[in-house]
């Protein structure tokens, strides 16, 4: 029974850390239903772990040419690291209450609807279609929109507030380029993930309820799903239908609000 609840969380994890539902959302929303692992962070840090396995697999290329180190992929690198700071300094300021957070799932409705609003509101964000296919040349954002486009991820810390949902949607209204909206989205997730399981690892290691066992096959599938949930993401958004996802995330939020109210 262990492994199957993870295996479920595992595949949870997966399709929502990169679909625009908020994967934190979906994940204390199954554990309260399931009364298995509420609050076990641990648990939640080790499947992101698989996920990010995932990004660095599918933009193998775009890292590749980021560690040349020339004078453009410096400068991508130096906006990944300028979007990165608001996350940290949340994640410093602010992690008693934020762990808090993981214990309310009906706050997590109200961040799912929340989510809901920012997704329905790409639907009339102007931005171009993507660029003409051939080999990536790095192009960041400057460094106030990375800054913005970061800050959209620190307030997606908030379980039920989706970190690729906000980002990307911050990316379109900042005017960035579909396809590079969804690219600079899933490279800064790679610093914020790490830097989650460095801070846990920092606060006396990753204790889960779970056995090993039953974490490294989450992984591994969370890694998987993850996968095909980035590539499917990055197609929407380029092909317009990001927003559409709004729908799911005001009926799921709405339902769990008036369920869990009960």
């Known amino acids: 029974m262990e492994f199957m609840q993870v295996i479920l969380l595992a595949v949870v994890q997966g399709l929502t850390e990169f679909l625009p539902v908020s994967s934190s959302g979906h994940l204390v929303l199954v554990q309260h239903f399931l009364h298995a692992f509420e609050g076990d962070v641990a648990l939640d840090v080790i499947l992101h772990g698989g996920t990010l396995l995932a990004v660095l697999v599918v933009y193998r290329r775009e890292i590749r040419r980021l560690l040349r180190f020339d004078a453009a992929a410096v400068q991508y690198i130096v906006a990944l690291a300028v979007g990165t700071l608001p996350a940290i300094a949340v994640g410093l300021l602010l992690k008693d209450r934020i762990a808090a957070m993981f214990a309310d799932p009906r706050g997590t409705a109200v961040a799912l609807i929340v989510t809901g609003l920012i ?64 690219r600079f989205s899933f490279l800064l997730a790679v610093p914020a993930i790490v830097g989650a399981l ?65």
């Open 119 to 182: 997704l329905l509101s790409t639907r009339f964000a102007r931005s171009e279609m993507r660029r003409v296919p051939g080999d990536w040349h790095p192009v960041p954002p400057s460094l106030p929109k990375a800054l913005l486009i970061g800050s959209a991820q620190a307030v997606a810390i908030i379980p039920g507030i989706s970190r690729s949902g906000s980002t990307i949607a911050a990316s379109l209204w900042l005017g960035l380029p579909r396809d590079e909206s969804a």
């Open 198 to 262: 460095v801070l846990h690892f920092l606060d006396g290691g990753l204790r889960s309820e779970a056995n090993p066992a039953a974490l490294a096959v989450g992984a591994i599938v969370a890694f998987l799903v993850g996968m095909v949930a980035i590539r499917l993401t990055a197609l929407l958004v380029v092909q317009r239908h990001f927003w559409k996802f709004s729908f799911y995330c005001l009926a799921l939020g709405v339902t769990m609000f008036l369920l869990l109210g009960r």
